[in-house]
């Protein structure tokens, strides 16, 4: 992690973590939720884009470095899954932790086609896509909760 790109991959450390490296990345990505929630939702967004396209490069070069493909301690694309959750999601402590279990619960079990594009797309693209497809199920899932309620 000396490397800069390799430090932002790994979440800023979070990522090292030799346990749950996902459920650690995803947490150290709500603090800068909490930041971006009164954002008006096309800076949000905008934020979302650059972090995503950033993200593609960081995670290809780190993984090239370490020779795996998606390797557990790379964890921005955790960051920007988070970030898609929690997209137009009435800011609350409440929110904030049941967008991290349901985002979470997505990225795990990965249903179709998330983990059809986890084991088929290689490279930066591909660590970051499974884990944006998670967040939009999760987006959905929040809005559609805060919908019924």
Sequence with gaps: MAAPHAFFAFGLGSGAVPFAPGTF???AAIPFY???ADLPFGWYMGIIV???IVGVW???KTSRDLGVHDHSGIVWDEFVGYWITMAAVPFSWESA?????????FDVFKPWPIRWADRRVAGGFGIMIDDVMAGLYAWSTM???FWLH
Excluded: A, E, N
Aim: net charge neutral.
């Design 25 to 27: 990345g995803t947490l």
């Design 34 to 36: 909490w930041l971006m």
């Design 50 to 52: 650059v972090t995503f």
């Design 58 to 60: 960081l995670c290809d």
């Design 97 to 105: 932790l049941w967008g991290f279990v349901v985002f979470r619960v």
């Design 143 to 145: 809005h559609l909760w």
